[in-house]
């Protein structure tokens, strides 16, 4: 079966500098995956997604991911965070079983603490 | 506004009631998914609806169910409602062609249980 971990509940990094936040994932045969973001009170916003090609995906506000085969790993990057960037993030793969409209299996989600 | 509704945006009930969670999916997405999510479980997948026909089924408790419409919006029902129950429920849709590719969730449901 499918999975993902976050090992980390929790990021603390001080505006300007570079995070990362961590994924790594359980599949059988080529993973699909995902990071979304959830701000409080709200419902969880798409960030960026690797189903197949370049290693290093960019998605939105300026995040990037990038999937690393021989790891398991899909990290989630900023090269500069911002206070705005806290929230909760959440890893995803999708579960290959349910065909092209599989559902995504979702990590426990790390808390993201951006402090001026 | 992600174009997927869901209502009512809070409730509050006591043990042993029964409520009904509605969600309509984006605008010509054919799939709908729920998801609970808590504190200590995290975000968990309940089960998927696609045209109108159940897709698939993860951690749904038996007292709990759901069913999608011809107008494609879905509802979900948790009936002998226990203090655990109380969590944010997620409806998300997908479109026919991306369909895992990623989804469109709703602003979500806080259930208090009392």
């Known amino acids: 079966a499918q999975s993902v971990a976050q090992p980390e509940d929790q990021v603390n990094v001080a505006e300007g500098n570079p995070l990362t936040v961590k994924c790594t994932y359980s599949v059988s045969g080529n993973p699909y995956l995902f990071w979304y973001v959830q701000y409080p009170n709200r419902g969880l916003q798409f960030l960026l997604k690797?189903?197949?090609?370049?290693?290093l995906v960019k998605g939105s506000y300026g995040f990037e991911a990038e999937f690393n085969k021989s790891q398991t790993s899909f990290h989630l990057k900023k090269p500069s965070a911002l206070v705005s960037d806290s929230a909760l993030y959440f890893c995803?793969?999708?579960?290959?079983?349910?065909?092209?409209?599989?559902?995504?299996?979702f990590g426990k989600g790390t808390k993201l603490s951006v402090k001026p | 506004d992600s174009g997927v509704t869901q209502t009512p945006k809070h409730l509050i009930t006591a043990t042993g009631q029964r409520v009904t969670l509605r969600c309509s999916p984006r605008?010509?997405?054919?799939?709908v998914y729920w998801y609970q999510q808590s504190l200590d479980q995290g975000l968990q997948f309940l089960i998927q609806?696609?045209?109108?026909?159940?897709?698939a089924k993860g951690n749904i408790l038996e007292r709990f169910s759901a069913q999608q419409f011809p107008d494609l919006h879905s509802e979900l029902n948790l009936s002998s409602l226990e203090l655990g129950d109380s969590a944010l429920y997620f409806c998300?849709?997908?479109?026919?062609?991306?369909?895992?590719?990623?989804?469109?969730f709703g602003s979500g449901t806080r259930l208090t249980v009392v």
């Open positions: 998300a849709s997908s479109a026919p062609k991306t369909g895992g590719y990623g989804y469109t």
């Open positions: 995803a793969v999708r579960d290959r079983d349910g065909g092209s409209q599989g559902n995504l299996i």
């Open positions: 609806y696609y045209n109108g026909e159940e897709r």
């Open positions: 605008s010509g997405d054919l799939s």
């Open positions: 690797y189903i197949t090609g370049d290693n």
